[in-house]
């Protein structure tokens, strides 16, 4: 048993990459996705959690094993008896008793060996559950990491966008001045950077919180204030969509996890069938007993065969009871086949379209710089309108969320694809 837990232990440890080593976030530290990841691997709740879960289900297979093993009780009396009217002794006195008593169970027709089967089928599924569960987690940290980039980005653009929309406020100003260009020109430019000054602001909130989300995801309350790497999941190698579909179907941890909670079912029904067949058992007592002036001692040895000749029909209905339940399972089984699969399309499908806007991205952010370029030269001139010029700046800005959107969501799908294929973590 010892060396099952340290194997279990050892290989948590592993798969944890590097589970120990993550240290706590400083001020002005820049996160990266893998250590963000070793945090919430060391610190999320749901994870210890998880851990326990094993352990409990470790602990159940021994308290099954109990049953090959003797019970060993002592007993212990002391009564104080007062005389009766008839009785010869006319004081009260002291009665003592003791006793040891060893109960053996002989042979149960395997169901204790059956409660072993399941308590270990359980374990498994336990360790099932926590392989899910790490999987969550990991997926939650990448999806709240990339969440923060992608903020990070489009603040960047909206401060951009201000600088962009001040300098034109500037020329357009410097315009009205020299008579080039009309008043309303100046306003209007004016009014874009207020806008533009609107939009850095919910930028920056949005950052802000989606900090607090990837704290929260790396199971955090509270972290200093901090940078983050901007780096997206950009890996292209492409797997076909009924590859990925066999991988799930092989590798997911909810059906390794189902798949032995439905053997522990199986068994579960031939355990309640069991409770039509007898139990031998063996017992032996010594002990001994009398009052204070005299002590008899005595011992026995027996067999006892326990045969359940009516109860009720309560084993009749645990049966049924039992199947029952195994019906259920093994539907729900069935239900998370189909679950799995729409997974799997859907982050495959996401993937593909995602990427997809990747590209189109880059066209939009390279044809509205040159549209900008283009109006700017064209006001400059005297020949464009400063309508022309808002209107390419607005244009770039949205180029340039498009792309980051693009990015941010090819990174989760292929994250979630990751998950639904159930890739080792």
Do not use: C
């Not at 207020?194 to 850095?200: D, Q, W």
């Amino acid at each position: 048993m010892n060396t099952k837990k340290g194997i279990l232990l050892l290989l948590i440890l592993l798969a944890s990459h590097t589970l120990w080593a993550a240290e706590p976030i400083s001020k002005g530290d820049i996160l990266t996705l893998d250590r963000s990841l070793q945090i919430a691997l060391k610190d999320h709740p749901a994870i210890h959690a998880a851990q326990s879960g094993i352990l409990q289900a470790e602990s159940r297979i021994g308290q099954a094993r109990s049953g090959y093993y003797p019970q060993v009780n002592l007993q212990s009396g002391y009564s104080r008896v007062g005389p009766a009217p008839t009785a010869l002794r006319s004081d009260p006195y002291n009665y003592y008793s003791n006793a040891l008593h060893l109960n053996q169970t002989l042979f149960d027709f395997g169901k204790t060996w059956t409660q072993v089967d399941i308590s270990t089928l359980n374990r498994e599924s336990a360790r099932a559950d926590f392989q899910d569960v790490l999987a969550s987690v990991v997926f939650g940290v990448k999806e709240a990491y990339y969440a923060v980039v992608k903020a990070r980005m489009s603040e960047k653009v909206a401060a951009e966008t201000v600088i962009q929309f001040q300098q034109h406020y500037e020329i357009a100003k410097l315009f009205f001045e020299t008579g080039k260009s009309s008043k309303i020109d100046v306003t209007s430019a004016e009014v874009n950077v207020s806008n533009a000054r609107i939009s850095l602001l919910s930028a920056q909130n949005g950052l802000r919180i989606a900090r607090v989300t990837l704290n929260r995801a790396m199971g955090i309350s509270q972290a200093p204030e901090y940078n983050i790497q901007e780096e997206f999941q950009m890996e292209t190698e492409g797997i076909s969509f009924q590859d990925a579909l066999l991988l799930a179907y092989e590798n997911r941890p909810e059906l390794i996890s189902t798949a032995r909670k439905n053997e522990a079912l199986e068994k579960g029904v031939l355990l309640n069938k069991k409770g039509y067949l007898p139990v031998l058992a063996g017992s032996a007592s010594y002990g001994y007993a009398g009052d204070d002036t005299a002590m008899d001692r005595a011992w026995n040895v027996g067999l006892t065969l326990t045969f359940p000749l009516l109860s009720g029909l309560s084993t009749k209905y645990a049966v049924e009871e039992a199947q029952a339940g195994l019906d259920i399972a093994r539907a729900n089984e069935d239900a998370l086949r189909q679950i799995i699969h729409l997974e799997v399309e859907s982050a495959y499908l996401n993937r593909k379209e995602a990427f997809e806007r990747i590209e189109a991205g880059r066209i939009m952010i390279r044809q509205a710089e040159e549209t900008l370029e283009l109006a700017q030269g064209r006001y400059r001139t005297g020949v464009g309108s400063s309508i022309e010029i808002t209107d390419a700046m607005i244009k770039l800005n949205n180029a340039k969320m498009t792309y980051i959107s693009a990015m941010s969501d090819f990174s989760v799908a292929q994250a979630f694809l990751e998950k639904a294929i159930g890739a080792k973590q």
